[in-house]
Every structure is written in structure tokens, then in C-alpha cells.
T-cell receptor
């Protein structure tokens, strides 16, 4: 079945540091890939998405590129802010529209 | 656009009582809604998928008589936790998919409901 693997956390960075959060996937066919963010005590918000190979999703300074050859969708941001502190989930949908989530990773950004 | 409202955001109830959680799509028609459960510091676990006008499809291990789902209209789905017990305490999150072809596989999430059963 489909699966998503995220790097182990938590991750703690200083403000303005470069961020990379790794995500790889296993799926049949051509899934759509997503990054969702969850701020403390809240539901999930769609951060960015990519629906086909080589697509780059971007939003709020975050970027991720759909790499079919490496089955990856790593999340990057050039300069993190304290307000980026949250839990980040990588996810995919297959043909049935069900979301398969990674375990999530907590990012803490120090001033 | 694509706003999903979930209510209540927090509920405390006594053991043995039933609790209803509402999930509404505010600015689009949701052909499919999903209900998830999230334990502290863990990922989301899909409980069930509901399509408007039909019975919900429950994931393996989820008791359908315990977690009643009704998707009576294209903008409203409800989850009722019947005879709640302390082990049902959790964060419940709904999501919805727009019927529009362009956004067919994007799920928009509600803010979640924290249920505490005493």
C-alpha cells in the first residue's frame, strides 16, 4: 500500500537558518504530494502541493519539488522565522483521494 | 475560499454521554468528507469517509456503532461519539473535498475538536 516516510524529529533551528525536512514516499501510479502544517492546538493547513513529476510547490517561502526518480518531496525554506514553529506533515493521495500521512515532524525556531 | 468550519472546538463531557461534532464547508460543496483522529504527538488516523447521501465507509478497527457519521447535505457532516468513555478523549479533525474537478484531490481541514471525557 501507499506510505510516506518523514525524517525523525524534532528539529530545532535558530531564526534565519536554512530548513530541509526530508520526505520520501511509496505509491502505485502517480500520486499527488502535499505538505500540511499544524500550528499548536489547531487543525491542518495546506502549505503546498505538487500533482506531477518535476512540479514545484511553493508558499510562504517554503518549496518542495516532486522528484519521481527519487520518490521524494523534501520541504525547504531559505530563512525560517519563529512563526514557522509547528508540526509539518508530508502526505500523498492516490486514486481513491484518501490522504496517507507521514508521522509529522515538529519544528521549533529559536529567536 | 475552501473554508471548513468545525464545531465545537473543545468539549468536555461525562462518561456515558454522547457528543456531536459538526463539520461544515462554508464556501463550497463537499462531495466527500473525512473524519480523522489524532493522538498527542502522533499523525492523523483516518476513521471514516463519508459521501453525501450515502453511508459512511469506516476504516478497519473503527467501530461504526460507536462513531456515527451522518453526511446529510453537501455542506454538513456530523460525527457523534456515542456513550463516550475516557479512552475516546482525543483530537478529532474533519476534512472536505470540493466537487470541482480542479481541486478533486485536495482536502481542506477543519480546525479540529478536542474531546475530553471525564
Amino acid at each position: 500500500g501507499d506510505s510516506v516516510t518523514q525524517m525523525e524529529g524534532p528539529v530545532t533551528l535558530s531564526e534565519e537558518a536554512f530548513l530541509t525536512i526530508n520526505c520520501t514516499y511509496t505509491a502505485t501510479g502517480y500520486p499527488s504530494l502535499f505538505w500540511y502544517v499544524q500550528y499548536p492546538g489547531e487543525g491542518l493547513q495546506l502549505l503546498l502541493k505538487a500533482t506531477k513529476a518535476d512540479d514545484k510547490g511553493s508558499n510562504k517561502g517554503f518549496e518542495a519539488t516532486y522528484r519521481k526518480e527519487t520518490t521524494s518531496f523534501h520541504l525547504e525554506k531559505g530563512s525560517v522565522q519563529v512563526s514557522d514553529s509547528a508540526v509539518y506533515f508530508c502526505a500523498l493521495t492516490g486514486a481513491n483521494s484518501k490522504l496517507t500521512f507521514g508521522k509529522g515532524i515538529t519544528l521549533s525556531v529559536r529567536p | 475560499g475552501a473554508v471548513v468550519s468545525q464545531h465545537p472546538s473543545w468539549v468536555i463531557c461525562k462518561s456515558g454521554t454522547s457528543v456531536k461534532i459538526e463539520c461544515r464547508s462554508l464556501d463550497f460543496q463537499a462531495t466527500t468528507m473525512f473524519w480523522y483522529r489524532q493522538f498527542p504527538k502522533q499523525s492523523l488516523m483516518l476513521m471514516a469517509t463519508s459521501n453525501e447521501g450515502s453511508k459512511a465507509t469506516y476504516e478497519q478497527g473503527v467501530e461504526k456503532d460507536k462513531f456515527l457519521i451522518n453526511h446529510a447535505s453537501l455542506t454538513l457532516s456530523t460525527l457523534t461519539v456515542t456513550s463516550a468513555h475516557p479512552e475516546d478523549s482525543s483530537f478529532y479533525i474533519c476534512s472536505a473535498i470540493s466537487g470541482g474537478l480542479e481541486a478533486k484531490n485536495i482536502q481542506y481541514f477543519g480546525a479540529g475538536t478536542r474531546l475530553s471525557v471525564l
